[in-house]
């Protein structure tokens, strides 16, 4: 390829690429030789700009690579290294455009492009104070349970045993790209999320088991990608605890015998949402995710 501004002429001599596979840089490297029209000398280090302005360089991490039909249309110039060559009468730029965009494998008659997105999963626990043992196990919905759970009351000075719930944390990690979905909008959009809970299935996780606990949006420096990092957390008893009826005087209701009166399970309120709309209807993007590797949807 060759052009010319209105100070310097230009071609590339070789061209290399080298795709990456989700998850990290593809990338196209040209060798660009520019002189002056008028065959002047040229110096690389006090012409940088005016090759700039004249097109014959790029703008790092602003200009394309510009070739249509796949992932190259999305590099950006990432790196420019420039030399003189044969005394000052030319000038040889190693350009490196990259790009964080894949192919999917999934597409068929449309090039289908992602960005990376991967979750990652640590086990956890909390503390669960029983009040009752051989109880009515917690519900699976949003509500609270307006009567008493059932089962036989904790014997003990201390009036409770202590439970070990099981948890998970899970987090997902998502690109963007910022000249697609501008950062003001993502977190407009996406900390709506923020201390809500699934209202359907997600992860294969039931409905009400998982809190989104929060959303942060990271800025990638010196790019137009940033990274939107999801905090989710399952709870095995779906996040009930053990609540005792308090009375007027501020005290657990007791029976005559001296045990509580009633026990329900409770937890705090909120918002339930489908969290499968993260993925705004991108399913190989989700079976990508979910899955760790390419299952196509059907």
């Known amino acids: 390829m060759s052009g010319s501004g209105s100070v310097y002429t230009w071609t590339d001599r070789v061209l290399d690429q080298r795709v990456a596979p989700l ?14 029209q008028d065959g002047a ?24 690579y510009g070739a249509v039909g796949s ?16 005394n000052y009468s030319a000038v040889q730029a190693t350009i490196s455009f990259r790009t964080k965009y894949v192919i999917s494998p999934c597409s068929t008659e449309t090039a289908i492009t992602m960005l990376p997105a991967q979750y990652s999963f640590v086990t956890a626990s909390r503390n669960l104070k029983l009040h ?8 699976t ?5 307006s009567g008493d759970i059932g089962g036989t009351s904790v014997t003990g000075a201390d009036g409770f045993e202590s439970y070990q719930v099981g948890q998970v944390r899970i987090r997902l990690r998502a690109t963007q790209d910022a000249s697609v979905v501008p950062i003001t909008s993502a977190a407009t959009a996406l900390t709506n999320y923020s201390n809500t809970t699934n209202s359907a299935t997600f992860l294969n996780f039931p409905a009400y088991s998982l809190i989104c606990e929060g959303v942060n949006i ?11 990092i999801f905090e989710f957390l399952y709870d095995k008893f779906f996040h009930f605890s053990q609540v005792a009826t308090i009375d007027a005087d501020g005290r657990p209701k007791m029976t005559t015998g001296g045990q509580l009166s009633e026990v329900k399970w ?21 079976s990508y995710a979910e899955n760790g590797y390419w299952v196509c949807a059907p």
Do not use: C
Not at 23 to 36: D, F
Not at 132 to 139: D, W
């Open 132 to 139: 009752r043992i051989g109880y009515t196990n917690p519900p």
């Open 71 to 86: 992932w190259h249309q999305f590099t950006r110039a990432r790196s420019v290294q420039v030399q003189a060559l044969e």
């Open 41 to 64: 000398q040229l110096d690389p280090v006090t012409s940088f700009e005016a090759m700039v302005t004249d097109g014959a360089l790029p703008i790092v991490d602003y200009d394309v």
């Open 23 to 36: 998850g990290g840089e593809s990338e196209i490297n040209i060798v660009r030789i520019i002189r002056r």
């Open 266 to 286: 409770i937890r705090l309120p909120r918002t339930s949402t489908d969290f499968n709309n993260i993925y705004a209807g991108d399913l190989d993007l989700k």
């Open 141 to 145: 919905t949003s509500a609270n349970t």
């Open 218 to 228: 990271e800025k990638e420096p010196g790019s137009e990608f940033y990274e939107v």
